[in-house]
């Protein structure tokens, strides 16, 4: 079965800088889609992007997709503490009945102020 | 509009007893998910339920785990004779018809002792 897989597995940066996630996924897809965790917390949407579409932004998230490569970035502009979280890739595999979403293992990002 | 709701947050359960997970879905949502986090892990899909129907249960242990979503009331995740191995963090999405974007409840973690 395909799964979203990020890398790196964790990734430590200082507040200001930039960080950029990679989910590298394996079969066809509708959609992928890009989550936020904290620490102990449910996950939020942050960003959903098409297969027909290349790039999206939303505020400081900017995320690519290359169907060809079947991978995805996410980057985070001008990091701030408060982005410290897991981040998860999701995509979406349509089966009979309706979508199934797949997850990957996750990014670490810690911002240090 | 409130989002999607569980309850308990926290649940802790010896071994051999049963546990009980709720799940509200946003106000209008019929597709619910459930899928459970191990420490340090991705989000593992477990079952997709619609009204009264399983629609996808490939994710759920053939065994002691058992999931539905009535035409009234919530979605119910049910693990019986828990083992230590359950332990873990169990996650809700709710989708609407388009069923694109999922929106997650905040968790119930199960502790069993």
């Known amino acids: 079965s395909q799964q979203g897989e990020e890398d790196p597995q964790a990734l430590s940066i200082q507040e200001g800088e930039n960080a950029t996630m990679n989910c590298s996924y394996k079969t066809s897809i509708n959609n992928l889609q890009w989550y936020r965790q904290n620490s102990g917390r449910g996950l939020v949407h942050l960003i959903l992007i098409r297969s027909n579409e290349r790039e999206k932004h939303s505020g400081r998230l900017r995320v690519t997709l290359d169907t060809s490569k079947k991978s995805s970035s996410l980057l985070i502009t001008a990091s701030r503490a408060a982005d410290t979280a897991s981040y998860f890739c999701?995509?979406?595999?349509?089966?009979?009945?309706?979508?199934?979403?797949?997850f990957g293992a996750g990014t670490r990002l810690f911002v240090k102020a | 509009n409130a989002g999607v709701m569980q309850n308990p947050r926290h649940l802790v359960r010896r071994r051999g007893q049963e546990a009980r997970l709720r799940c509200s879905p946003m106000k209008g949502h019929s597709h619910v998910y459930w899928y459970r986090q191990l420490p340090e892990e991705g989000l593992k899909f477990m079952v997709y339920l619609q009204k009264e129907n399983i629609i996808d249960e490939s994710g759920m242990p053939k065994e002691r785990f058992s999931a539905e979503f009535p035409k009234e009331g919530p979605s119910i995740l049910r693990i019986q004779q828990v083992v230590r191995g359950d332990s873990a963090a169990y996650f809700c999405a709710s989708a609407g018809t388009e069923q694109e974007t999922q929106y997650f409840g905040p968790g119930t973690r199960l502790l069993v002792l």
């Open positions: 999701a995509t979406d595999q349509l089966n009979t009945g309706g979508f199934k979403t797949i």
